[in-house]
């Protein structure tokens, strides 16, 4: 068997503004985290403090978590049959989304397609997307079933990609209405 690797990068349509959205969640979560520390501070000599020390703390943590849900782009590598998934944050920490091989493959194509509406539409199946963008006008999906769990992966990516998966899987995983 030959071997491939391929990568490539989705990135979000306003990346621009997702990194101001970032920076302004980064500042308040350090305005939050100093006006914690002060209220705890002052929390020792004066009990009265105590719903806006849980604010200022609930607020962190809230900031802290939607900090992580803007600023992304997502990895694709395909490492001959093996392709990994992975979510980049900051352009700095990276998150497995998904691992898998190409024997796992049950069907590929294009999310316009009505195959991908009856797979989507499929109830106990677990969808993954791997794109910073939820709603894509084309791009392609990968319906696999790994350890008795059923997903689909919806994939913002060049066909180029397909076409070294099919060539591992085989070409019987292409759906029947992709043109």
């Not at 703390?57 to 001959?80: E, M, P």
């Not at 963008?133 to 350890?147: A, C, H, T």
């Not at 066909?159 to 085989?170: D, I, K, M, N």
Request: aromatic content about 18%.
């Amino acid at each position: 068997m030959r071997e491939v690797l391929y990568e490539e990068s989705a990135q979000p349509t306003n990346l621009t503004m997702q990194r101001v959205i970032y920076v302004m969640y980064s500042i308040f979560l350090w305005i939050s985290i100093i006006v914690s520390i002060f209220l705890f501070i002052l929390f020792i000599w004066d009990w009265g403090i105590l719903f806006f020390l849980v604010f200022t703390v609930g607020s962190s943590v809230l900031l802290a978590f939607l900090r992580k849900k803007i600023y992304y782009c997502v990895d694709l590598i395909f490492v001959s049959g093996s392709t990994r998934v992975v979510k980049v944050i900051n352009f700095k920490k990276r998150k497995k989304i998904i691992i898998f091989e190409a024997k796992d493959v049950i069907q590929v194509g294009k999310i316009t397609s009505e195959s991908f509406a009856k797979v989507y539409a499929t109830p106990n199946i677990k969808k993954l997307y791997a794109t910073p963008n939820r709603y894509l006008e084309n791009g392609y999906y990968v319906y696999l079933k790994q350890e008795g769990q059923d997903y689909v992966v919806i994939f913002e990516c060049k066909e180029t990609y397909l076409q070294h998966l099919v060539a591992f899987t085989g070409k019987q995983v292409i759906e029947k209405d992709y043109k």
